[in-house]
């Protein structure tokens, strides 16, 4: 017998499964809010208007430059609680463990995990495991639902975006997108670009006290323009992208020549895409500029009145038009 990996004897609740959550689960995610012998837990209510949202991750590869699906999903989840102007309380997790995985791995995965949820002040406070038979699942896919605390100053929400305001993303775009395509080290190719995965909470703590912020999105799959999309479908006007504008890294832009991929839709794991009023662009951008997650912000575009549609300005005055993504060039990239 194999004691290096997960056995679907670790699933089956008996002494296997209940050392493995003592040895690992517990161990890095332990608070005195988990109680794993009870049924359900009562939570202290935290001061103010509860959020809640939750996520399934199935990034392939577990590991890649900048980061993992420990904290990729702590990071998915803690993002989509800031970009709404909440501060994120308490999560849960549950975690689908394929037969056959290292454990030596899933131990480094939960511990990744534990480590950006105590950076976010994010208490894991109810979890569970699966053991699915080999073949049946991607190594590890980890669900997540995280709650939090409303600390906007006005709630955020694509439907307060009206004409002449701008967008605004706080760094480069498609960084995730890339680094874990060159992770899986398809088409022979290979680099050092990093993921941009990270919490987003003090970009939007810097700024959700701006009665002139609008809406903010984290971009993840389907990157900048599915945002871009979202934002033309639910106010009925258009957005429009300066293409010089939107930062890029040269690896992206690469990678994206050589293999046809826009760039424009590719997933990023810490960076907001903002709409402002024009009168507070510049405390935006000062604000996020003055973090290190902030440092390539930018001004990329503005809200044109009508047409719901996502158009790209190009460096000579042209325009195009962008359309949805159909099909995704790279699945399972968070
Ligand atoms: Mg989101």
């Not at 973090?291 to 047409?307: N, S």
Request: hydrophobic share 45%; glycine share 12%; charged share 20%.
């Amino acid at each position: 017998m194999d004691d290096t990996r997960i056995l679907l004897a670790h699933g089956n609740g008996g002494r296997l499964m209940r050392e493995l959550i003592a040895g690992i689960f517990v161990r890095h995610l332990g608070n005195p809010l988990l109680d794993t012998d009870a049924d359900a837990v009562a939570l202290p209510q935290p001061d103010g208007e509860l959020l809640v949202t939750t996520d399934g991750f199935t990034v392939e590869p577990l590991e890649f430059p900048g980061g993992d699906i420990g904290s990729l999903a702590v990071h998915g989840v803690v993002n989509d609680l800031a970009v709404a102007g909440a501060d994120p309380v308490y999560c849960t997790l549950s975690a689908l463990i394929e037969e056959g995985l290292e454990i030596a791995k899933l131990d480094r995965y939960i511990a990744s995990f534990a480590r950006a949820a105590r950076q976010n002040r994010m208490t894991v406070v109810a979890g569970d495991t699966k053991v699915v038979r080999r073949g049946e699942g991607g190594g590890l896919y980890l669900s997540v639902t995280g709650v939090g605390v409303r600390r906007a100053a006005a709630p955020l929400g694509m439907n307060r975006i009206v004409p002449g305001d701008a967008v605004i993303v706080s760094g480069s775009v498609g960084d995730h997108g890339i680094a874990v395509m060159l992770a899986r080290e398809q088409f022979g190719l290979s680099g050092s670009l990093r993921s941009d995965s990270a919490s987003v909470l003090p970009l939007a703590r810097a700024v959700r006290d701006l009665p002139e912020l609008r809406f903010m999105r984290d971009p993840t799959r389907g990157g900048l323009a599915t945002v871009a999309h979202e934002i033309a479908r639910a106010s009925g006007h258009s957005v429009l992208l300066e293409q010089h504008a939107v930062p890029l890294r040269p690896e992206v832009v690469a990678v994206c020549d050589m293999l046809g991929y826009d760039p424009y839709f590719l997933a990023c794991e810490g960076r907001i895409v903002a709409a402002v009023a024009p009168s507070a662009a510049e405390a935006v951008l000062s604000r996020w500029r003055a973090l290190p997650e902030g440092g390539d912000a930018a001004l990329i575009g503005r809200i044109e009145t009508g047409g719901g549609r996502v158009i790209l300005e190009t460096g000579l005055g042209g325009r195009r038009v962008i359309d949805e993504l159909e099909d995704d060039p790279l699945p399972r990239i968070c």
